[in-house]
């Protein structure tokens, strides 16, 4: 599978962006997709995670209720909505899929099997 990221940009504090991630290959049904962030000079940390079957999701608790994960099954996408920015939620996205059954959802890197290429998301104050 291959994994596309897009929708980054710079934006305003208190401002929005959609974040996308593509999926070609083959169906995402079995998986879960989580997406991360990585600051310069920090590690990759982990934003949210929805799982493909049920649509459960999951959030980091510095993103709660600002962020919104969903996804599009006919488009084979994920999408993770930004709102209420802050400069501290610059980074680079990354979207990456972990293959498997779970009954808690994957929240850390190494449980991601495949990765997007990323997208920067920059936040002026």
């Known amino acids: 599978v291959q994994l596309q990221a897009s929708g980054g940009g710079l934006v305003q504090a208190g401002g929005s962006l959609r974040l996308s991630c593509a999926a070609s290959?083959?169906?995402?049904?079995?998986?879960?997709v989580g997406w991360f962030r990585q600051a310069p000079g920090k590690e990759r940390e982990f934003v949210s995670v929805i799982n493909w079957s049920d649509s459960r999701r999951y959030y980091a608790e510095y993103v709660q209720g600002r962020f919104t994960i969903s996804r599009d099954a006919a488009k084979n996408t994920v999408y993770l909505q930004l709102n209420s920015l802050t400069p501290e939620d610059t980074a680079v996205y990354y979207c990456a899929e972990a293959s498997g059954r779970f009954l808690v959802l994957p929240t850390t890197v190494r449980q991601y099997n495949f990765w997007g290429q990323g997208t920067q998301v920059t936040v002026s104050s």
């Open positions: 290959g083959r169906t995402l049904s079995s998986y879960a």
